[in-house]
């Protein structure tokens, strides 16, 4: 049976894997196993010059005719120039080369290190072997491949093509390496908490529903931790954090994907100004060691990550750029022509939490390029958190902003039971008028909170928006492996 949507070359590419099976090659090899990579290869020449060393990977280019060959060989950690002869390799594992090796190709090669008379750090090859054969091809413009939704769906040839891809998601993993490092060493448990929850609780945004069979019963995709983790603080955890992936049912942009990785952490005894002072750190020290500096162009902006962080009031930063009060927020019937004077449609019910969040988010938000903690939020759009000391409209609780976007998101944990049970039937209240992103009733979490949470302080950062920062992206997407697209039919042609 013939592989489908093959062109003419690769075609001649699926023949010459079965030519080759039959001629007793495996174009499929086993395993191939070296002491070095590439780079280390290269960064050694002057130790390693006499001795025959071995490196594999995917063949990248391939120049020369005749006698003799130049081959680029791409492993993960770097490229190696090969050279292939045919006084070295004999007539028939030349030719073998030359009639069955293409670009894309595995090979396994041994041979000796010298340089070019240009500089270059080459293998002469004395023996290679195939270890995965390629059937199709990569197009001479996948060495700089640039269509965005190609990169997006064959995420596979971006790597390949865009070196600076990979090393994107090097950085990405090193980047949540580090924040793990600083919260062990801070005395934090890393925990696993449900995925799959009967209640979508713990934020307010719409959730994916899903069925479980076996307990009969509708369940939904988790829209955050948070619940789940603060039992563990009324179990006797003292310090607790997840990085865990989360999954709203919301729009698609270059801030938002459906599906995203968020780190939450609970730290009991302490308050949201404990988390603030320990954020800044945190932040500080993942930049300094992913990236050799605190400092980082984002957005054209050069964001600087040395503590301390601007520190401004809700109610402050929302005069200064909106030039409103939560007075007049407050009072619905100025709703509509406050929304007109500032050029703002409301999708969403018109409830005093959503023109509260409509209103930042539209007019505030964009102004907070360095690191800005916003401190002192009003208590309608703050259902989890614990009102201040000296006003009951206002809660303990800070959102951090760099770029313009919200990175961080923390607060003073609310642990009176009965005033957490009155905002959950407020919030059900506001779903019953329409709001989709309203939170529902958890009895279970208020009956943990009866048996007692101590006073705390939590903490969200988006671990997506953290990497686009700190690798000066401006698209989710850039960040995220395989990112969210609309599906394709299989017999859809994409232009190539």
């Given amino acids: 049976m013939e592989l489908p949507n093959l062109n003419e070359v690769e075609r001649k590419r699926a023949e010459l894997v079965q030519i080759l099976k039959a001629s007793g090659v495996d174009p499929y090899g086993r395993r191939f196993i070296t002491s070095f990579n590439n780079k280390y290869l290269k960064d050694h020449f002057d130790e390693l010059i006499d001795k025959v060393i071995e490196a594999r990977g995917r063949i990248m280019a391939i120049r020369g005719h005749g006698k003799a060959s130049f081959v680029v060989l791409r492993d993960f950690s770097s490229d190696i120039q090969l050279y292939f002869r045919l006084d070295n390799l004999g007539e028939e594992k030349y030719n073998f080369f030359k009639k069955a090796i293409d670009i894309g190709d595995f090979i396994g090669v041994k041979g000796k290190l010298f340089k070019t008379h240009t500089g ?238 409509e209103v930042f988010d539209k007019k505030v938000e964009e102004h907070l390029i360095q690191p800005t903690f916003v401190y002192e939020f009003p208590i309608e759009i703050s259902p989890l958190a614990k009102r201040t000391s000296y006003d009951p409209h206002m809660v303990d609780r800070f959102e951090l902003f ?30 019953k008028k329409g709001d989709v992103e309203a939170q529902e009733m958890d009895m279970d979490y208020i009956e943990a909170m009866e048996y007692g949470l101590p006073p705390t302080g939590g903490l969200g950062i988006g671990i997506d928006r953290l990497v686009m920062i700190l690798t000066g992206k401006d698209s989710i997407r850039e960040v995220i492996l395989f990112p969210q697209l609309k599906k394709k039919e299989v017999n859809e042609k994409e232009e190539e």
Wanted: aromatic share 12%; charged share 30%; proline share 4%.
């Fill in 402 to 431: 760099i770029g313009g976007l919200e990175l961080a998101n923390a607060f003073s944990e609310l642990n009176d039971p009965q005033d957490q049970y009155e905002r959950f039937y407020e919030q059900m209240e506001a779903k």
């Fill in 120 to 357: 270059e750090i080459t293998i002469e090859v004395t023996d290679f072997e195939l270890l995965t054969k390629a059937i199709k091809v990569l197009p001479e413009k996948y060495h700089g491949l640039k269509d965005t939704e190609l990169r997006y769906r064959r995420r596979y040839l971006d790597l390949i093509a865009n070196r600076d891809v990979l090393e994107t998601f090097v950085k990405r993993s090193k980047i949540i390496q580090k924040i793990r490092e600083v919260f062990d060493k801070s005395g934090f448990i890393e925990v696993e908490t449900p995925m799959l929850q009967p209640i979508a609780g713990g934020a307010s945004a719409r959730p994916f529903k899903t069925y479980y069979n076996a307990l009969d019963q509708e369940m939904y995709l988790r829209i955050a931790p948070e619940l789940y983790l603060k039992r563990l603080i009324v179990g006797g955890f003292e310090k607790v954090y997840e990085i865990n992936r989360n999954f709203r049912n919301e729009g698609i942009s270059t801030k938002h994907n459906p599906e995203f990785t968020m780190l939450e952490a609970y730290w009991a005894y302490a308050d949201y100004t404990d988390v603030m002072n320990f954020v800044e750190n945190l932040l500080y020290e993942v930049a300094l060691s992913v990236n050799g500096t605190p400092k980082v162009t984002f957005l054209g902006h050069e964001i600087d990550f040395t503590p301390p962080f601007r520190r401004i009031k809700f109610e402050e930063a929302l005069n200064e750029y909106a030039g409103v009060t939560l007075e007049e927020l407050r009072d619905l019937s100025n709703a509509q022509s406050i929304l007109n004077r500032l050029d703002i449609k409301m999708d969403k019910p018109l409830t005093v939490g959503n023109l509260i969040n």
